[in-house]
T-cell receptor, first 116, second 115 residues
Framework: AQKVTQAQTEISVVEKEDVTLDCVYE???????LFWYKQPPSGELVFLIR??????QNEISGRYSWNFQKSTSSFNFTITASQVVDSAVYFC?????????????FGPGTSLSVIP | DAGITQSPRHKVTETGTPVTLRCHQT?????MYWYRQDPGHGLRLIHY???????DKGEVSDGYSVSRSKTEDFLLTLESATSSQTSVYFC??????????????FGDGTRLSIL
């Protein structure tokens, strides 16, 4: 069965600090996809990244970076030099390959507060 | 931004009344989904559709029904609303033309309160 765990319910950091959001997943499939979404206080859900299970390369996009480690079933998200605009709820999600539709299982989310 | 419109954006209603939420897309995407978001649970799938008149249940489908008579519209109906269905409801779409699990893109949500 699929499962996504985000053990950090809430995190507070001071602006310019680095912060890492943890995501641990469970799946029996060898082909799967991992996602991160951001939900700012305004409420919309914004897609950030998709990673497939065959690509363990870390990815960097500006201040955002993602560390995918199959050995520990983790897909962690780091924000470098955090800013107030990074305050949001972040969701990690998992989709197993081979399904007939793009079913996605979401973690419970981590609420990040960046304090000026 | 993906062309997804949810209506209404906010609704307050009474227990026992029927409620219909609408999701309209302009992307011609095959797959459409309804989720509910509740504190501590993230997003949970209610129903999804993989084509016109093709729908199936998600993990929390009890008390909900859906219909998709056109590619662009996906309706979620609460036949007899209960207070436990107070939530924020999100519609999502995805392309699904490749077996590569495309990311879902979400509407802005509908905040539903049942008194």
């Amino acid at each position: 069965a699929q499962k996504v765990t985000q053990a950090q319910t809430e995190i507070s950091v001071v602006e310019k600090e680095d912060v890492t959001l943890d995501c641990v997943y469970e799946t029996r499939d060898t082909t799967y996809y991992l996602f991160w979404y951001k939900q700012p206080p305004s409420g919309e859900l914004v897609f950030l990244i998709r990673r497939n299970s065959f690509d363990e390369q870390n990815e960097i996009s500006g201040r955002y970076s993602w560390n995918f480690q199959k050995s520990t079933s983790s897909f962690n998200f780091t924000i470098t030099a955090s800013q107030v605009v990074d305050s949001a709820v972040y969701f990690c999600a998992l989709s197993e390959g081979g399904t007939s539709y793009d079913k996605v299982i979401f973690g419970p989310g981590t609420s990040l507060s960046v304090i000026p | 931004d993906a062309g997804i419109t949810q209506s209404p954006r906010h609704k307050v209603t009474e227990t026992g009344t029927p409620v219909t939420l609408r999701c309209h897309q302009t992307e011609n995407h095959r797959y459409m989904y309804w989720y509910r978001q509740d504190p501590g649970h993230g997003l949970r799938l209610i129903h999804y559709s993989y084509g016109v008149k093709d729908t199936d249940k998600g993990e929390v489908s009890d008390g909900y029904s859906v219909s998709r008579s056109k590619t662009e519209d996906f309706l979620l109906t609460l036949e007899s609303a209960t207070s436990s269905q107070t939530s924020v409801y999100f519609c999502a779409i995805s392309d699904g033309t490749q077996r590569s699990n495309q990311p879902q893109h979400f509407g802005d949500g509908t905040r539903l309160s049942i008194l």
